[in-house]
């Protein structure tokens, strides 16, 4: 019996055994079974992230907005205030840079013109020294050769000849003067030497236009010979230059003696031989001589007229 009773709880037990886990799940499953329809009645809700709402954002943009207008308004304010500030400082850097230009100007005119005055009065100085000294030694000349002319000439012989003989023959003058010829100064050649360049220039533009070759060359070479003679004209040296002068000058003296020493009539003779042939043929009668051509007459003889015919 007892023995039964083991076989049969070792049975029991043996069948017992491999049905746990099912009596285990048979009496889980209503939980789970209760938890599904749980779950299937009240759905998980997915999990929502916190995030700002729309109207947070257009207020938190419309600050950063209103923010951002603000700086740049008062940023505006700041570059308008400097741009204001530097134009006024740059009027009135301009306004003394003016003044002072203006001054400056003032000055160098003034300064110019004080140049130019004293420039124009050294001239004047220098030439009115030329000309005392110039004619100091026209009247020595005229001394010294009116000595050498015949006892009968004139007694300003010499200086009326010159005197006339000059204003018939300018380069007479121009002789004169270049016989105190010292050269030219560093301006005065600079001067120079730029005017005949540009005449030869000019000239050189007129010989491009011609059409032969042949002729073209040969112009060229006339223009260039004509330019070198009037350079050498122009900067002749000095000690000849007033050598040529001198020369001249020596010339006009030789034809002022040729003409004093020319045979000249005797006035009174020939008076003297009218009256004789007046008297011919008046039939001896006493005739009064002709009157003589008064504007060929001296100063001298023109008084010595006047006091034997009219007492005065």
């Known amino acids: 019996m007892t023995e039964e009773v083991k076989a049969d709880d070792t049975v029991a037990s043996d069948a017992s055994a491999p049905a746990a886990p099912e009596t285990a799940a048979t009496s889980a499953d209503p939980m789970d079974e209760l938890l599904a329809e749980w779950d299937r009645a009240n759905p998980p809700q997915p999990e929502v992230q916190p995030q700002p709402s729309e109207s947070t954002d257009d207020g938190l943009a419309a600050l950063d907005e209103m923010q ?58 220098e030439w009115q020294q030329h000309q005392q000294r110039s004619q100091q030694d026209f009247q020595r000349l005229v001394s010294d050769e009116q000595a050498k002319l015949p006892a009968d000439a004139d007694e300003r012989f010499a200086e009326t000849f010159l005197l006339a003989e000059a204003q018939r023959d300018p380069q007479l003058a121009k002789a004169w003067e270049g016989q105190y010829f010292q050269g030219y100064n560093p301006l005065e050649r600079a001067e120079l030497e730029l005017a005949i360049f540009q005449h030869g220039q000019q000239l050189m533009a007129k010989v491009a236009l011609t059409a032969n070759p042949q002729q073209r060359a040969l112009a060229e070479k006339h223009v260039q010979f004509e330019m070198q003679q009037l350079y050498a004209k122009t900067f002749i040296e000095p000690e000849r230059y007033r050598s040529e002068c001198k020369k001249y000058v020596e010339k006009a003296l030789d034809k002022m003696h040729t003409t004093a020493n020319r045979p000249r009539i005797d006035r009174d003779q020939m008076a003297d031989r009218a009256a004789v042939a007046a008297a011919v043929r008046g039939g001896g009668r006493s005739v009064a001589p002709p009157m003589p051509d008064l504007s060929n007459l001296s100063d001298r003889e023109l008084q010595k007229y006047t006091r034997e015919n009219f007492g005065f």
């Not at 003016?98 to 400056?104: F, G, I, K, L, W």
């Not at 100007?105 to 050294?122: A, D, F, K």
Request: charged letters at 15%; proline letters at 0%; zero cysteines.
């Open 68 to 125: 951002q207008a603000i700086d740049w308004e008062q940023r505006e304010q700041a570059w308008q205030s400097q741009l204001s500030q530097s134009q006024d400082q740059l009027r009135l850097l301009q306004a003394q840079a003016a003044s002072t230009n203006v001054q400056n100007e003032q000055q160098i005119n003034q300064l110019r013109g004080t140049v130019n005055q004293l420039q124009n009065s050294i001239r004047q100085a």
